[in-house]
Structures are given as structure tokens and as C-alpha cells.
């Protein structure tokens, strides 16, 4: 559950590719703890949006702050080693690897887990994802997508998340599977030690476990606030791409 310390903020960001606009006036706060449900159709600009935190897509104007301290020129690596860890849609695991490898990979890249503890990060992952611990030695490559899936986030365990930035996580998944990610996000929850999680769906499968609910249609926010404030008409609206589609001032 959110407490009261932003993890994350943004500050009207807006993102072009060339002259076209793909996020236009996004102002948001992430609470250290939380789950915030990013939510819209696609196309609305979700994935931009992400990238553009971990300054991967290229912003106007608008600022960006981590703990309090302007991250919106600090390149990607560096973000990463920080705690701003980046699962993005398509899952990218290093196929040639075995999933043992990746997680490993994953801990040392981002210098967050001590070396003495990598082994019972790895269990806690296969604990978590009981289908890792019998493919631990597969190479990623080889993987149904759901299992890829797994190793995504498990990477991202892997890296000791601050903020964990999750894209379209039941993209191309068979129900059972979407299931098996959304049972981690909802119910082993405490396994990120408090991270605050920005959750990216086109589906509001997503409400199912976040505290609360932005919605972004074209570009720009049209509700950020509690899911049990959320207007059923304006979801619709935002899905149809039909009516408002202006920015809206953050509820708590």
C-alpha cells in the first residue's frame, strides 16, 4: 500500500517523435509503495510514456524527479542502477542465455544485490515462479512467451526495484499465464520490498491490483485518482476515441 513519499514525479512531460506529439502535458505522482494502474487504448501513449522516464524517448518540456532529485537527463544505465528498473512490452530476455544466467545478469547489471545474496534472490524468484525452478537451465530463447514473461520480472526482482516500471505484462499471453503474473502483482506483492510499480495495460486487468488508475487517451491524462472514483463514461470515452480527452488535475 502507498505511503505518503513520492517515488516518482512528473511535471507536464511531453514527448514528440519529430513533429508528431505522443504525450503531451503528463503530470503524475507515484507514491513509494504503491501500485498505479496506467491504463488506455493502444496507441494512447503508454509505452512512450515509459520510455520517457527512463529518458529512452526523447522529451520537450516537463520535468521528471526521482527521490526528489531532476532525473530527466540522466541516461537509461544509470536510472537503472539507481532502482528505476524498466520491463518493457515484447519481454527481451537475452535468448541465448538460460534463465539461471538471466537473472544473474539482471542482480549484477544493476549493482543492487550484494553478490552473497544473488543465490537466494534466484530461489525467491523460483518460489515465486515455480515454473523457473525446473527451466533454470533453458536458454531463454527457448521459452513459451508467458514463461519469458517470468524471467522478465524475475530479472527486474533480480535489480532490487525503488520504482518498477511494467509495460503491457499480458501482452500475447494465454489466460493461464496472465494469471499466474497478475497472482505475483496482487498477491506476493511484498516481494518487491516496497517498490512503487507503474503497471502499463491496454486491458483494465490491471485494475485488479493497483490502488490507483490513470487514464491516458492520446496522449494526455484524462482521470488520475482511486479506482473507486473512476468514471465508467469517461473510461468508455477514453477506449472509443470519442469525447474528452483533455488533462485532468490528480486526485489522491
Known amino acids: 500500500m502507498r505511503t505518503s513519499d513520492p517515488a516518482l514525479s512528473l511535471e507536464d512531460v511531453s514527448i514528440s517523435y519529430g513533429h508528431v506529439s505522443a504525450v503531451a502535458d503528463v503530470t503524475l505522482t507515484l507514491y513509494a509503495g504503491e501500485t498505479l494502474a496506467l491504463i ?15 529518458n529512452q524517448a526523447r522529451k520537450g518540456n516537463g520535468k521528471i524527479r526521482f527521490g526528489g532529485r531532476d532525473i530527466s537527463t540522466v541516461p537509461p544505465h544509470r536510472l537503472n542502477r539507481a532502482g528505476i528498473i524498466h520491463v518493457p ?12 544466467e538471466n537473472l544473474q545478469l539482471a542482480a549484477r547489471a544493476a549493482g543492487r544485490c550484494p553478490r ?3 543465490e537466494a534472490s534466484i530461489d525467491l524468484v523460483h518460489e515465486l515462479f515455480p515454473p523457473l525452478a525446473r527451466l533454470r537451465d533453458t536458454p531463454s530463447g527457448l ?6 514473461q517470468m524471467v522478465a520480472i524475475g530479472r527486474a526482482l533480480m535489480a532490487r526495484p525503488t520504482v518498477l516500471l511494467l509495460d503491457e505484462p499480458s501482452m500475447g499471453l494465454a489466460p493461464v499465464m496472465i494469471e499466474v503474473i497478475y497472482e ?30 490513470a487514464v491516458l487517451s492520446r496522449g494526455r491524462l484524462s482521470f488520475v485518482g482511486p479506482i473507486s472514483q473512476m468514471d465508467e463514461s469517461l473510461i468508455a470515452e477514453a477506449y472509443l476515441g470519442t469525447g474528452r480527452a483533455a488533462g485532468v488535475p490528480e486526485t489522491a
Not at 512490452?89 to 539461471?100: D, Y
Open 184 to 213: 505475483f502483482l496482487g498477491e506476493h506483492r511484498d516481494a518487491l520490498g516496497g517498490a512503487a510499480v507503474l503497471l502499463a495495460e491496454q486491458s483494465q486487468i490491471a485494475l485488479r491490483v493497483a490502488d490507483r488508475a
Open 89 to 100: 512490452e515484447g519481454r527481451q530476455v537475452v535468448a541465448p542465455l538460460t534463465v539461471r
Open 40 to 54: 488506455g487504448p493502444n496507441g494512447a501513449g503508454k509505452s512512450t510514456l515509459l520510455r520517457g522516464i527512463t
Open 116 to 118: 552473497r545474496e544473488i
Open 143 to 148: 521459452l513459451s512467451g508467458g514463461e519469458q
